[in-house]
């Protein structure tokens, strides 16, 4: 079973609020993802880790950031979150060049 | 990586086994394929993963044909709960965190 939890699992939040996303995983893992996926559409990875201290931004541009300052955290910063920004945000991890990842359960984003 | 190719939704009856395709003709040797799929609202769940042999594991079977250009993923006995999207990824295997594109994916619907 994976170890990676994401907090919260819904939220709703209107418009000019800041907001982390918090993801956290007890295996380990060096390498960590965010992916952001609209109802019905495809996942696309906004951020990734190699390891603390490494982000990079992915291959949908995203008006997100990240830190990694602990192996185990990968928090998502909204500074200003606005209606664009409803979606469901996923987390996941992964180790080494194993491409096997393990995903958490998601965050619903409602910004009204 | 390689572009892949697969229906867009199929049915199984429940108990029956389900035969996924995916066609990827432009893999290259060291590319390998992986299976994935996405229970409604959840994250992605890694199934299964090969470079060249048939592989099995507790939730499904991989046949890859002998020239790679296609594969498909056997769930043996499919359940209500393996109602589904199904992504067939190819990916080098390799130390970098540039991630998996999940591509469309096929939706599978199990039925009573």
């Known amino acids: 079973e994976a170890d990676i939890y994401q907090t919260p699992r819904y939220l709703v939040i209107g418009t000019g609020k800041k907001i982390t996303l918090e993801c956290s995983q007890t295996m380990g893992h060096d390498k960590m993802y965010w992916y952001q996926q609209d109802p019905g559409m495809e996942l696309h990875l906004i951020h990734y880790s190699y390891g603390v201290n490494s982000t990079e931004k992915g291959d949908l541009s995203s008006e997100s950031t990240v830190s990694r300052i602990r192996t185990e955290h990968f928090p998502l910063t909204l500074e200003s979150a606005r209606p664009s920004h409803t979606s469901q945000y996923l987390c996941a991890s992964s180790i080494g060049g194993n491409e096997k990842l393990f995903f958490g359960s998601g965050t619903q984003l409602s910004v009204l | 990586d390689a572009k892949t190719t697969q229906p867009t939704s199929m049915d199984c009856a429940e108990g029956r086994a389900a035969n996924l395709p995916c066609n990827h003709s432009t893999i290259s040797g060291n590319e390998y394929v992986y299976w994935y799929r996405q229970i409604h609202s959840q994250g992605p769940q890694y199934i299964i993963h090969?470079?060249?042999n048939n592989e099995t594991n507790e939730m499904a079977s991989l046949i890859i044909t002998e020239d790679r250009k296609s594969s498909t993923l056997i769930l043996p006995h499919a359940t209500l709960r393996d109602t589904a999207v199904y992504y067939c990824i190819v990916r080098v295997s390799s130390g970098s965190a540039r991630q998996l594109t999940f591509g469309s994916g096929t939706q599978l619907t199990v039925l009573p």
């Open positions: 090969g470079l060249k």
